[in-house]
């Protein structure tokens, strides 16, 4: 069996603890490839180094399985119990991955374990953990499971199922990852384009940014993030966020030093100037074929007026310019979020894997 270590926080990118955090990358990214058969979902090692850095919002406490305590190169496995530190005090973010050739030895239990013992001593009551399954099962094929009170169902029989619910965690909610090809045909995406200009008509303009938030919306970008609360969380335990324009300003930070590039766009509404709407695609230049759809919202009392697309499509017409490489762009919804999901099924997104977002309450 295994050694299980506690590894700090790199606090540079050139420290040379980071190897545990480019262990977990390496072990993540051949988890990815072997399940889902690509490798668009990878972050690049100097990525991984940056974001397991602590900031002002996050920690992330690592643990590493090595076959010899000297070696960091014998790692088989990594725990993470990852921390928010100014909202959600109560909770913590649990993964473990082991390498594919060394499970059913414990080792994924032991980590797991490591994993919540640091979280309850940091004081965090309720662990919650994301893992990915390939296949769509359906409501009556036989071992499904389904949240508790999200939509939607995983087959009970995966690995992944049974070693999360064998270590007490339930099953809370379904994120479904799709994948749109692109560039979209101009017959689907332009009938889109103008039924939601249309109907946004004059009352709305978009603004558009790379990478930073021009310094005069970023107030006002901090209030519009806070309202992601918005999306469904069914059974997860999670508290409203905290939104400044200082985090906006790290987050930026960050992914400039983690290498990922952005497009946002806003949705002002003319009359008072509030920003009422907004969507963004990241995506790394080292992995110029695929991007990423970042968070999109509108706030509640601008609804119903097809912002949504409108910004969706914006925003894929500028990537297509600006962008021109991607063929793929990889997004993560609630199964229940019908709204958001009927946008992307109409823009022509269709289901890779489903991604369990599991629960434990430890204290
Ligand atoms: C989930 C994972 C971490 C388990 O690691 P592991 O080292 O195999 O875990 P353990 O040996 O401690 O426990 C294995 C348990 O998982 C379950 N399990 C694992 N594979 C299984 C399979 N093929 N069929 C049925 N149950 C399985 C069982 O409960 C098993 O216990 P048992 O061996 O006593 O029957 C590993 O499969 C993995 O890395 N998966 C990919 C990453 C991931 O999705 N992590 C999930 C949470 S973030």
């Known amino acids: 069996m295994a050694t299980i270590v506690e590894v700090a926080p790199p606090t540079s990118a050139d420290d040379p603890i980071a190897w545990a955090a480019v262990a977990e990358n390496r072990l993540w990214n051949a988890e990815n490839h072997a399940q889902l058969g690509y490798a668009d979902l990878d972050d690049t090692e100097a990525a991984a180094v940056r974001m397991a850095m602590p900031s002002a919002n996050r920690l992330t406490l690592r643990v590493v399985a090595l076959d010899d305590p ?24 649990a993964h473990v991955v082991v390498r594919a050739e060394r499970r059913r030895e414990g080792i994924g239990t032991a980590l797991l374990a490591a994993v919540e013992r640091r979280a309850i001593a940091e004081g965090r009551t309720t662990l919650q953990s994301w893992a990915t399954q390939v296949g769509s099962p359906s409501a009556g094929d036989p071992g499904v499971i389904a949240p508790r009170e999200g939509s ?24 479904v ?52 609360d918005d999306a469904p969380t069914a059974g997860l335990q999670y508290d409203a966020s905290h939104w400044d324009a200082e985090r906006i300003r790290e987050g930026e930070r960050r992914a400039a030093e983690a290498g990922l590039v952005m497009l946002a766009v806003v949705a002002q509404h003319v009359a008072s100037g509030q920003l009422v709407g907004f969507t963004q695609l990241d995506r790394y230049p080292e992995r110029p074929g695929s991007a990423f759809q970042d968070d999109t919202v509108v706030v509640a009392e601008h609804r119903g007026h097809r912002l949504g697309m409108h910004l969706k499509v914006a925003n894929l017409r500028r990537m297509d310019e600006l962008w021109p490489d991607v063929r793929r762009i990889h997004t993560w919804n609630a199964d229940e979020n019908d709204y958001m999901r009927s946008i992307n099924i109409a823009l022509g997104f269709r289901p890779e894997s489903n991604e369990g977002a599991w629960q434990k309450v430890v204290a």
């Open 70 to 93: 000297d070696d960091p190169s014998s790692a088989v496995g990594v725990g993470t119990c990852s921390l928010t530190l100014k909202d959600n005090l109560t909770t913590a973010a």
């Open 152 to 175: 939607g169902h995983l087959d009970g029989g995966h690995p992944v199922a049974q070693f999360m619910t064998a270590r007490g965690y339930t099953l809370e909610q379904i994120e």
């Open 177 to 228: 990852h799709s994948m749109l090809r692109v560039p979209v045909a101009p017959a689907v995406l332009d009938p889109l384009a103008s039924e939601a200009a249309a109907k946004v008509g004059e009352a709305y303009r978009l603004i558009t940014w790379t990478d930073a938030c021009p310094d005069e919306l970023v107030d006002g970008f901090a209030r519009l993030r806070a309202a992601m």
